[in-house]
Every structure is written in structure tokens, then in C-alpha cells.
């Protein structure tokens, strides 16, 4: 596989065809799962010329340095004629950090990836783009594993700003995302939110990259409380993602912070949700916190919160969950104003524990302006006077759905017509030509048709 990856490298490159990158892409889950220290020994003797200082690097971090002229020998010595491209030195600097990164060593692959970004960042090559990108991708993640994630920013700045001058779509948008993540992991909000106000993400990324990058937007969105457009990224996050098995942490990551940002919108999220088999288990204190919130239970609010902190912690979602509390209080008041026409401040105080009637009137009275609940206070006499339920259907709120419905669709139709392939310029010369001959066969059997009418014309005439 490794060899016909590589002599798919040499085809994008002589032809200028990103496809054939693709396709050797697809192919790393299966080599990562059986790749071995000889297999790579091997490649690395055979693809990399003697003289190139490449092949002591790679052996090196691999352990074989004893087994180089050994191997060396037995190598075809017509492959080391050939031209040693710069795709085939990423890939093969990719191989090796792929399984320096599965048997965990992750100093040495933190020190391999960070020798070789300069040279990648000097290959100014139309079919780099989507390897650069990759590597990229373990060069952030090896310093995440070894806690030196701020260390590399500077040099991802300025990769994002190569990247974005020559137009390399998809190095650009996971350089963006991997700032993104690091801005995000050191809680530095402001800063990843002036980044999304001056970047643009490329149309052209692939799906994935766009995926996380709504994922991104919508948790700087939920800490800075637009929870409108955190839940419309979030939402595009969760149906832009691919549903497989290999991106289960991503969903998990994009749910759980979408029934947050749901709950504080004052929704409940559907309870389908909550079931999804792969799903199910790491969204279970999720589902205990939604329900403490929907029947407005400030004690069992409290316990779940209490027993999950850990959890919720190393989610990344325990700040936005301590401002859920209000949201229990709101949902209380709701239900009470729902049940009871006429309550007092000092009932409302003992169904939701709160210290005195003042905070219910403050509480009360934010719900009201905020079109919580549509009810009345007579602060003289202590209580407080439901009015009566409006209908529904009567409001903008069924028309402001189903804009959002007719939205998300356009949407989608603009984006599959930006992602149809087609066909090259070649393509269209060669039907043209093709047209011309089949306009003058079409021009010729006419001209013979017509001498034959005159002739049998002459012949009724005779």
C-alpha cells in the first residue's frame, strides 16, 4: 500500500491532480494499523536517495539506524534515480509520526514535526496543500499531548498567514482550527474571537475542517451568552459532521455542548437525543441536569451537579452549566405561573428555595421582562396574578420556525451546488471538436442527399 501511495504521489505530481492525494489519504487508517519499524525501514531505504539527509533522520527516530546499509543493498537501485519529490519526503515524515504517535512516544514526535515545519511551510506547491495540512495537524497535536500547546502559536500565526496568501484551502482552514483550539484550550476567548472577525474560512475546505470550525464558533458564541448563533453553529456542527463510528468524540463534544446552550435558551432538548445508542452513555448527567431543569427541581439540580462535577469539568462545560441555575429558577416560576392564577412571593420562596421575597420579586420581575411568564406583581399585597395563556399560533414564533426550516435548506442547495465537480477545459475542447465533426458529416450527407433529389429530378424530366 505504502508503494502505491507513493507512485500515487508521482501521478498528482506529473499531472497536476489533487485526486490521486486524496485517495492516498484515504488509505492511513489502514496503513496506521499495520505499520511497523522494518516495514518503515524498508520504505524509507528504498524511496529516499543516499545522499539526502532525510533517510538518517527518519531512521533514527524509528530505531534502525544499525539495519541502514543492510537494507540499503537489497534496494533497486533504479528507484534512487528517480527524483525525490517533496510530497514523498511529507508522506514519509507523516508515516513516521503516525507511529511514533501510536507507541506514545510523543516527545520524539514533538521534536521530529517540529524540524520539519519550516521546510514545509518553504514547499510552495499547489499539490502539498492537503499533506501540509495533515502534518500540521500532528505537529499541533504532539505538543498538545506534550503540554507545550502555547509554545507553537507564534509558528502557527505565521503558517496561517502563508497559507491564506497562496490560497491553500485546506492548510489554511485546519492551521485556522488548530488556533482556534489552542486560543480555546488556555480559555483566551477574546483572542480566538478577533481571530474569526479577521480570518475568512476558505469555502473550498473539506467538510471535516468546517465541522469543527462550527464547533469553534459555537462555544466562543456560548461563553460570550449569543446563544442564538452558538446554537445555529453548534446545530450545522452536529449535521455537518459524518455519522460513523470514527466520529463519535466529535458528536459527543458537539451534543453536549448544544443541550447546554439549548437549556439556556430556555428549550429542552428532545428526548431522541439523549437515546442515540453511541450517545446514550456519555450524555447520561446531561440528561439528569435537562430534567432537573425542565420540572424547575432546584435541590436535584444541585445533586446532579454535585456528583458530576468531575465530568462536567473535563468537558469544558461546567462554567456554562453553573449559569443553568437561573434557567431552573425561570422554569419553576413558569410551571407555578401555569398552575396558579394568584400566588404569594412567600409560597414562591418555599417552592424554590429561595432566601427572601425580595429575590422572588427581583427574579419574578426579570421574567416577566424577559416574556418568561405574562403575569403581574402587587408588591402592596405580596403576590403574584398570572394573565391568561395566549395561543400560540397567534404569535411570530411559527413563522420565525419555519423561516429557519426554509433557511437551512437554501442553505444546503447553495453548498451542494458549491461542492458539484466539473468536467476540465480539455473535457469541453474535445466535445466541441467533436461537435464540428458531426456537424460537417451532418453538412456532407445533406449535400449528397440534395445531388441525389436533382438527379432523379433530371431523370423525370428525360
Known amino acids: 500500500d505504502i508503494k502505491q501511495n507513493i507512485l500515487n504521489l508521482e501521478k498528482a505530481v506529473n499531472n497536476i491532480e489533487t485526486r490521486f492525494i486524496t485517495r492516498v489519504l484515504r488509505t492511513f487508517p489502514s496503513v496506521r494499523r499495520?505499520?511497523?519499524?522494518?516495514?518503515?525501514?524498508?520504505?524509507?531505504?528504498?524511496?529516499?536517495?543516499?545522499?539526502?539527509?532525510?533517510?538518517?533522520?527518519?531512521l533514527k527516530y524509528i530505531g534502525?539506524?544499525?539495519?541502514?546499509?543492510?537494507?540499503?543493498?537489497?534496494?533497486?537501485?533504479?528507484?534512487?534515480?528517480?527524483?525525490?519529490?517533496?510530497?514523498?519526503?511529507?508522506?514519509?515524515?507523516?508515516?513516521?509520526?503516525?507511529?511514533?504517535?501510536?507507541?506514545?512516544?510523543?516527545?520524539?514526535?514533538?521534536?521530529?514535526?517540529g524540524s520539519f515545519v519550516q521546510r514545509v511551510l518553504s514547499f510552495n506547491r499547489r499539490t502539498m496543500d492537503m499533506l501540509a495540512a495533515k502534518f500540521y495537524f500532528y505537529y499541533s497535536r504532539f505538543f498538545e499531548l506534550t503540554n507545550r500547546l502555547s509554545s507553537?502559536?507564534?509558528?502557527?500565526?505565521?503558517?496561517?498567514?502563508?497559507?491564506?496568501?497562496?490560497?491553500?484551502?485546506?492548510?489554511q482552514a485546519t492551521v485556522l482550527n488548530l488556533l482556534l483550539r489552542n486560543y480555546l484550550h488556555y480559555n483566551l476567548v477574546e483572542q480566538a474571537d478577533k481571530l474569526v472577525l479577521k480570518t475568512t474560512f476558505p469555502e473550498e475546505a473539506s467538510n471535516n475542517q468546517f465541522a469543527r470550525y462550527m464547533l469553534y464558533l459555537g462555544r466562543i458564541k456560548a461563553i460570550q451568552l449569543d446563544y442564538t448563533s452558538a446554537n445555529r453553529y453548534l446545530l450545522q456542527a452536529i449535521r455537518k459532521a459524518p455519522q460513523t463510528t470514527k466520529t463519535v468524540g466529535f458528536l459527543q463534544a458537539?451534543?453536549?455542548?448544544?443541550?447546554?446552550?439549548?437549556?439556556?435558551?430556555?428549550?429542552?432538548?428532545?428526548?431522541?437525543?439523549?437515546?442515540?445508542?453511541?450517545?446514550?452513555?456519555?450524555?447520561?448527567?446531561?440528561?439528569?441536569?435537562?430534567?432537573?431543569?425542565?420540572?424547575?427541581?432546584?435541590?436535584?439540580f444541585k445533586e446532579t451537579l454535585n456528583k458530576y462535577t468531575p465530568v462536567f469539568r473535563a468537558d469544558n462545560t461546567y462554567t456554562l452549566i453553573l449559569r443553568l441555575r437561573h434557567n431552573v429558577i425561570k422554569?419553576?416560576?413558569?410551571?407555578?405561573?401555569?398552575?396558579?392564577?394568584?400566588?404569594?412571593?412567600?409560597?414562591?420562596?418555599?417552592?424554590?428555595?429561595?432566601?427572601?421575597?425580595?429575590?422572588?420579586?427581583?427574579i419574578i420581575a426579570k421574567a416577566i421582562r424577559d416574556g418568561v411568564i405574562d403575569a403581574t406583581i402587587n408588591h402592596e399585597e405580596g403576590y403574584m396574578k398570572s394573565k391568561e395563556i395566549v395561543d400560540i399560533y397567534s404569535t411570530n414564533e411559527p413563522q420565525e420556525a419555519f423561516n429557519e426550516c426554509?433557511?437551512?435548506?437554501?442553505?444546503?442547495?447553495?453548498?451542494?451546488v458549491k461542492a458539484m465537480r466539473f468536467p476540465s477545459n480539455s473535457y469541453r475542447k474535445e466535445l466541441a471538436?467533436?461537435?464540428?465533426?458531426?456537424?460537417?458529416?451532418?453538412?456532407?450527407?445533406?449535400?449528397?442527399?440534395?445531388?441525389?433529389?436533382?438527379?432523379?429530378?433530371?431523370?423525370d424530366d428525360y
Not at 161 to 171: I, P, V, Y
Not at 341 to 352: G, Q
Open 64 to 113: 534502525k539506524e544499525s539495519e541502514t546499509m543492510e537494507v540499503d543493498q537489497d534496494s533497486n537501485e533504479t528507484t534512487q534515480l528517480k527524483e525525490f519529490l517533496p510530497e514523498v519526503e511529507t508522506y514519509l515524515y507523516l508515516l513516521v509520526l503516525i507511529y511514533l504517535h501510536d507507541k506514545k512516544e510523543y516527545e520524539k514526535g514533538a521534536e521530529l514535526a
Open 254 to 300: 458537539a451534543n453536549k455542548l448544544s443541550i447546554i446552550v439549548q437549556i439556556l435558551m430556555g428549550e429542552i432538548p428532545a428526548k431522541s437525543v439523549f437515546k442515540q445508542p453511541e450517545l446514550k452513555k456519555s450524555l447520561e448527567p446531561y440528561f439528569h441536569i435537562t430534567q432537573a431543569v425542565r420540572v424547575g427541581d432546584l435541590t436535584k
Open 433 to 459: 471538436s467533436a461537435k464540428e465533426i458531426d456537424d460537417e458529416e451532418r453538412k456532407l450527407a445533406k449535400e449528397i442527399e440534395d445531388g441525389e433529389l436533382d438527379d432523379d429530378s433530371m431523370d
Open 331 to 362: 422554569t419553576g416560576i413558569r410551571m407555578i405561573s401555569l398552575s396558579y392564577s394568584r400566588i404569594s412571593l412567600c409560597d414562591i420562596c418555599l417552592k424554590l428555595q429561595l432566601d427572601s421575597e425580595e429575590d422572588a420579586e427581583y
Open 152 to 171: 507553537i502559536r507564534t509558528t502557527l500565526l505565521a503558517v496561517q498567514r502563508t497559507t491564506a496568501l497562496r490560497h491553500d484551502n485546506e492548510s
Open 406 to 416: 426554509i433557511t437551512f435548506c437554501l442553505n444546503l442547495r447553495n453548498e451542494s
Open 34 to 58: 499495520r505499520i511497523t519499524d522494518v516495514a518503515l525501514a524498508k520504505v524509507i531505504n528504498i524511496h529516499v536517495p543516499q545522499d539526502e539527509q532525510v533517510k538518517s533522520v527518519l
